[in-house]
């Protein structure tokens, strides 16, 4: 029979739900004020807790920090009148299972008097997935996984990283491309320069040219002063050129030339400056089916193909999928100041067979959503919020109807509706880059 304590200093509240506690099987115990029901908690160590905030000598917060010192299994929810944003934050911050307001709804109360009650059970019965001195979060420990794919991707990032070689990285958007190319440069002889990343689906053309180049004083307009690009800032170190398939055909003219005469000038300049940083760069897009569509120079791809490292989607490699868990939650748990280190065996399994569209991002992503909506150590399926991949087809009348962009513009904006136009996860669903699919948006006239 579950003890649980009831803190307030109200007689008739404090009469009613033990009576109430009573009719539904539980063993209550009650105190007319704070520290009398420190004193309880400490001789009768309840399963729960039901405390009032206002009170004499001792608030329900201070209630609360007391009893996460005594013993932090312990839940509790904190009962109130005064229904304020920062007291329900406070609560919820230290520690506090539920917050519910006075007057009560009983059957609410009935409700989350069970649901923390099965919590504690179910965090009795877990053993805790994560090690409290786990390994320190650095930027060549963060790619994880045992499976004989990633162990191949391990070695080539070893030959790579002793070496300045040129290397193109794919793979699906969220698998970690980044993380591969920062683990070359932090593990081997660039280690000690700098690591300089270029998107190059987030500046325009011109922009785009200026921030890898730089530019002198006056080259356009607004161009006050001299600026060195990123491929100078990078000096001996690396720089990262991700979504390479993004990059204008002119652009990638002047790659081609940096990646054959190690040297290149400022935009509006004629000093030619030597080019010592190694090059590493990344598309979720198939470089080879671009070059045969006229898309991506055939020359450009071969200077870049030196070694290639494809990263399998997550979905392919379901067997690592627990030491990600453990990674991301002992990570996520450090950033949040949160303890959240147990799981059901059903939840685990939930996140082994999910399709993970969005492959480790998304994961990481979930795990910490769900980490910030748990109460207590446990990470509970309720708390997991996973996005539909289900793949519907679409039903037309007849084919002969349709040309192929009228698909596409219905395609489109299906998944636009659906995600109430959040472009930037529409077009990683759609598998296009955000300029892409703004261009589509235009072209199609597709309307809000």
């Known amino acids: 029979m579950e003890k649980i304590l009831v803190i307030d200093d109200d007689q008739s509240i404090r009469e009613t739900l033990t009576t109430f506690l009573k009719r539904q099987g539980y063993q209550p115990m009650a105190a007319e004020d704070g520290s009398k029901g420190v004193e309880l908690i400490r001789i009768e160590m309840p399963d729960l807790v039901i405390c009032d905030y206002k009170m004499p000598k001792m608030t329900g917060?201070?209630?609360?920090?007391?009893?996460?010192?005594?013993?932090?299994?312990?839940?509790?929810?904190?009962?109130?009148?005064?229904d304020e944003m920062q007291t329900t934050v406070d609560a919820m911050q230290k520690g506090a299972y539920d917050f519910i307001e006075k007057p009560l709804d009983i059957d609410r109360l009935k409700i989350t008097i069970k649901r923390a009650l099965d919590n504690k059970k179910l965090s009795e019965k877990l053993d805790t997935i994560i090690e409290e001195n786990a390994e320190t979060y650095e930027p060549r420990n963060v790619l994880i996984g045992k499976t004989q794919v990633m162990k191949e991707i391990f070695k080539k990032i070893g030959q790579v990283s002793s070496s300045r070689v040129t290397a193109l990285i794919q793979g699906e958007s969220g698998t970690g491309k980044e993380l591969v190319a920062r683990a070359i440069h932090y593990s081997g002889i660039t280690k000690n320069s700098p690591f300089i990343p270029v998107n190059c689906t987030a500046l325009t053309e011109t922009l785009l040219e200026s921030e890898l180049f730089g530019h002198v004083k006056g080259a356009f307009t607004g161009s006050i002063k001299d600026k060195k690009g990123k491929f100078e800032l990078a000096g001996d170190g690396t720089i990262f050129l991700d979504e390479i398939s993004e990059v204008s055909p002119n652009l990638q003219i002047k790659l081609l030339r940096i990646l054959q005469e190690k040297e290149f000038e400022r935009v509006g300049g004629e000093t030619v400056i030597p080019m010592k940083a190694r090059i590493m760069a990344a598309t979720n897009k198939n470089l080879e089916k671009l070059v045969e569509a006229g898309k991506f120079r055939e020359d450009l791809y071969y200077r870049l193909n030196i070694v290639t490292i494809n990263l399998p989607p997550l979905r392919e490699r379901r067997e690592d999928i627990p030491l990600l868990v453990n990674h991301f939650l002992n990570k996520v748990n450090k950033e949040l100041h949160k303890s959240v280190v147990k799981l059901p065996a059903s939840v685990m399994d939930m996140l082994v067979n999910h399709e993970w569209i969005g492959n480790v991002r998304e994961l990481e992503n979930t795990l910490m959503q769900a980490v910030v909506l748990s109460k207590g150590d446990v990470l509970?399926?309720?708390?997991?919020?996973?996005?539909?991949?289900?793949?519907?087809?679409?039903?037309?009348?007849?084919?002969?109807?349709?040309?192929?962009?009228?698909?596409?513009?219905?395609h489109i904006e299906k998944v636009l509706t659906k995600l109430k136009w959040d472009k930037p996860k529409a077009a990683k669903i759609l598998g296009i880059s955000l300029p892409t699919l703004y261009s589509k948006i235009e072209n199609y006239d597709i309307k809000k």
């Open 380 to 410: 509970e399926k309720e708390n997991i919020l996973l996005h539909d991949t289900e793949k519907k087809s679409y039903e037309f009348d007849s084919v002969l109807d349709y040309t192929l962009s009228d698909i596409e513009k219905m």
């Open 61 to 82: 917060l201070e209630v609360l920090e007391k009893i996460k010192e005594i013993d932090s299994s312990i839940h509790f929810i904190m009962i109130t009148a005064f």
